[in-house]
């Protein structure tokens, strides 16, 4: 149910309703039936009806002002008719002029909400009508200027954000708060993402990486400088050592084997006599290397080591068949099941340091944390850098994103209803625009006053 209240001038483009009314129903919507959301968010709510009713405060104290200066033009014609001498033509002058003055600033403010008395009068009724307009004009003056690169690029610049950042960043518990957030990101992220997608993609881009990489040289380089460091040698000794132990355990088994290797037309007491030799001269031969650092087999393996280096380095064979075993090593299921269950292993060591306060990698991005704090600090160069990268990344989003935030602008207004638009901004500007009234009727009666005044000197 609707109440309409007057739209004389004792109400100027009043028009309150109830809650249905303010919600939008009645108007193409079925009851019950969801705003759309641009309306919604400019709904007119009770917080806006009780500015309303300040508003109606004001507009009855406008209109008691004009009827008070309408009775006194009233009373003051009347004296004058009466023959009355002196004041009552100067008082029915700054009253007449009060009441224009009234008139003319109730129609402006009515005119901005509805048309005065409901006449059909061009260019009132204007937020109603020309919203849509009045939105586009928002948004493009918005663009022009406060979305320049310039103006942007400026108020970046004043801002002082490198020293402001880096003095909040040095103190400690600033450093934790960040610190914190980024590990609350991190556990996010990782919480996030699909296993099976990231073992996809790092064992592709693992695979793909080893295959375009010749390994060959770089390996060759490396046995290089281990041979000349000796570094070989503890690897030698520890064969020579299992060597030795398992030929002591094993016995039994190397004569065996050189037995059953023996031609079938010899004697076995000849079978088991070779045996027993080849077995003492195996064992003397590997106890003299595990015992003797410069025997020569030893060295006969130092001389193997560097040749296979070379090769590795030079030799375009011997590099082409070590790319074949990396790409038949790569190749296989176990190889790559080992490289996909990398990440898991990672990200649960990731996100256990995270949540832990106390894990070196929370220690040490607080620790960078401050130490960048203090140096943007102080440092010149590093904040005009830090604030040039804000401002080339600031000036792009507004010179690219421009049309498309100024159209959020236009296009939201044109979303709300006219009715509620015109009612809301009524609401919270109306106490101001009904000062206009009363400064109208103030103004208009001074100047009544004064040029009376003056046509009277200058004996009109």
Not at 347 to 370: G, H, P
Request: hydrophobic share 40%; aromatic share 6%.
């Amino acid at each position: 149910m609707k109440r309409i209240e007057g739209t004389g001038p004792g109400e100027p483009g009043t028009g309150t309703g109830t809650a249905e009314d303010a919600g939008g129903a009645g108007r193409g919507r079925a009851p019950g039936a969801r705003a759309p959301a641009s309306l919604a968010s400019f709904a007119y709510t009770a917080a806006d009806e009780e500015k309303r009713r300040g508003v109606r405060r004001m507009k009855t104290t406008a209109t008691g002002l004009l009827l008070l200066v309408a009775l006194v033009y009233v009373l003051a014609t009347w004296a004058k008719n009466e023959s009355v001498g002196g004041w009552p033509g100067y008082v029915a002058a700054a009253a007449e002029a009060g009441m224009v003055g009234a008139l003319a600033d109730w129609f402006a403010v009515t005119a901005l909400f509805k048309r005065p008395l409901g006449l059909p009068i061009p260019h009132t009724a204007i937020i109603p009508t020309k919203k849509d307009q009045l939105g586009a004009s928002l948004g493009s003056f918005v663009g022009e200027n406060f979305l320049s690169g310039g103006v942007v690029r400026d108020r970046i610049r004043s801002l002082g954000i490198g020293g402001r950042l880096g003095a909040w960043l040095a103190e400690p518990e600033h450093a934790d708060r960040v610190t914190a957030e980024l590990s609350t990101a991190l556990r996010g992220a990782l919480t996030v993402l699909r296993d099976s997608d990231v073992q996809a993609v790092v064992g592709e881009a693992i695979t793909r990486r080893a295959n375009a990489a010749e390994i060959g040289p770089g390996l060759g380089k490396m046995l290089e400088k281990v041979v000349a460091d000796g570094g070989h040698r503890k690897v030698v000794d520890l064969i020579c050592v299992r060597a030795h132990d398992w030929l002591v355990l094993h016995n039994d088994s190397v004569m065996d084997a050189v037995q059953g290797g023996a031609p079938g037309w010899t004697p076995r007491f000849v079978d088991k006599r070779v045996g027993e030799r080849v077995y003492k001269e195996l064992l003397r031969f590997v106890t003299e290397m595990r015992d003797m650092p410069g025997h020569p087999a030893r060295g006969s393996i130092d001389t193997f080591l560097t040749d296979f280096a070379a090769d590795l380095q030079t030799d375009s064979e011997t590099r082409d068949r070590v790319e074949r075993l990396k790409s038949e090593v790569l190749g296989r299921g176990e190889v790559q099941d080992v490289i996909a269950s990398a990440w898991s292993s990672v990200r649960t060591m990731v996100i256990a340091a995270a949540e832990d306060e106390q894990s070196e990698l929370r220690l040490r991005a607080r620790a960078s944390l401050m130490s960048l704090g203090a140096r943007l600090a102080t440092d010149g160069r590093l904040q005009q850098k830090l604030e040039g990268w804000l401002e080339d990344a600031a000036v792009y989003v507004v010179t690219t994103y421009r049309t498309e935030i100024t159209s959020l602008i236009s296009d939201t207004v044109a979303g709300w209803d006219a009715e509620q638009t015109s009612k809301k901004i009524e609401a919270h500007i109306g106490r101001d625009l009904q000062f206009i009234r009363i400064n109208g009727t103030v103004v208009g009666a001074l100047a009544g006053l004064v040029i009376y005044s003056v046509s009277r000197a200058l004996g009109g």
